[in-house]
């Protein structure tokens, strides 16, 4: 993840139809009233769309809107269960099977806007599975067409790239992306390669943790070798191996067993003890827990290691029920709120990641 962009960078002098962002197949519903919130913070007038396990999201204006009014809203990082948001412009339909290229260009010439470059994508689910092949097909050549066009400047500094998101095989939505505010993965996925030594994929998760909830410089800063960290629920150690991997001392909570490999690393202490009541002599640097419980009571835990002193970084995963999803995560704000209202100002991030089902995984520290 990069740093935002400063607004003067990012010449966008086009106009746009609405917003456009991707989540997990099944979270239409939750995205949408993200997406909802967002538009009224942005001034934005329209009507959100969002077919049910369609894995994307659409906001449409009532009238097209010059994106440089409200671009400094657009942030990815501000929705829990979009993976990605970009400003959209284009619909096509009924894309020729023989020439898709052709319309694209077209609307991509009538929109004024250059780019610096092509992400062909779908949204997640069926499609994806469909369409994958013909997407890395289709990209050089439809890159080519544009370069032939004079819409794109990939040496440029500022300019989006164009979204190409086909969510059907005749259907196309052309948006744009801008580098800090976009997320920076093709259909706004980490794909994250498994070590070959990890104990399970597991590891995987608060890998993606890392980069998601964390920037650049904060994972550079933040996340040392040498420090120490706690991760409650442990077993069988995915998320003690990925700490253990970049050079932390952890200390593994679980009355279950840890796999030989995680032992292996010399650098985890492996302690059967109750997550929620050991505490530790000295306070540690990151705090990271997995614990299958109500979101509730790991939001009041967290926040009691943070308010306490007890760890400066905490990574958490919040289990969500099948209904009322975003009141469980209000519920964990306010919860955290409270207990930190006397301790001090504080960040929390909240993330439904690749690697999350019916959850979503959470950054938590004070604010220095
Ligand atoms: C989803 S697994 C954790 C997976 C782990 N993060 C990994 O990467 O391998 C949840 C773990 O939490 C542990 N757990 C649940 N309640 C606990 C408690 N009160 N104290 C300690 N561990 C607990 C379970 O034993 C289980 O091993």
Known sequence: MTSPLPASASN?????????AYCRPGFEKELAAEIDELAIDAALSGYVRA???SAYVVFETCEPTALAGFE???DWRRLIFGRQLLPW???????????????IVAAVHESGQRFSGVVLETPDGDIAKQQSGFCRRFADPLTRELEKAGRLRTSRQGLPKLHVLFSGPNQAWLACGFPGRCSPWPMGIARLKMPSNAPSRSTLKLAEAFMTLLSDDERENLLRPGQRAVDLGAAPGGWSWQ???RGLRVTAIDNGPLRDSVLATGMVEHLHADGFTWRPARPVDWLVCDMVEQPGRIAALIADWIGTGRCRHAIFNLKLPMKQRFKAIEQCRELIRKRLATVGPFDLRLKQLYHDHEE?????TLKR
């Open 12 to 20: 966008t002098a086009i106009e746009v139809n609405g917003l456009i």
């Open 51 to 53: 077919e049910p396990g």
């Open 72 to 74: 400094d809203k657009l």
């Open 89 to 103: 412009f284009r619909r096509l339909d009924n894309l020729p099977e023989r020439d898709r290229a052709s319309p």
């Open 243 to 245: 700490l253990a991997y």
């Open 360 to 364: 979503v995984t959470a950054y938590l």
